[in-house]
């Protein structure tokens, strides 16, 4: 069992930035892709980025790109998100999971068998 913890969000101006982290615990970090999603009232969960166990290979959604990044401390058993240019169309609750290995399926939840609570980050205009 992993148990996942995301932190940093909050309310923030356009235009600007945010760090979320998701610290791990319990079983071994170990071979987990660590990925990050995000909910807005009334949608889907959707794919922002995710991050090979190594860290040498990422993916991001096309509407983050360039914008955030994707980071892990496998040290600290710690992933992170930076997130800079924040549009209102950001604004969302932010969620860290776990997956196995580096699968084809990695931008689907189906994906990854763990989840944090989630964390809200709003931005404003």
């Known amino acids: 069992q992993v148990q996942l913890v995301e932190l940093g969000g909050g309310l923030v101006q356009a235009g600007g930035s945010l760090r979320l982290s998701c610290a791990a615990s319990?079983?071994?970090?170990?071979?987990?892709?660590m990925g990050w999603f995000r909910q807005a009232p009334g949608k889907e969960r959707e794919f922002v980025a995710t991050?090979?166990?190594?860290?040498?290979?990422?993916d991001c959604a096309d509407s983050v790109k360039g914008r955030f990044t994707i980071s892990r401390d496998n040290a600290k058993n710690t992933v992170y998100l930076q997130m800079n240019s924040l549009k209102p169309e950001d604004t969302a609750v932010y969620y860290c999971a776990a997956g196995p290995g580096w699968g084809l399926q990695r931008n689907s939840p189906r994906f990854y068998n763990y989840w944090g609570q989630g964390t809200q980050v709003t931005v404003s205009s």
């Open positions: 319990g079983r071994t970090f170990g071979g987990y892709a």
């Open positions: 991050i090979s166990w190594s860290g040498a290979s990422t």
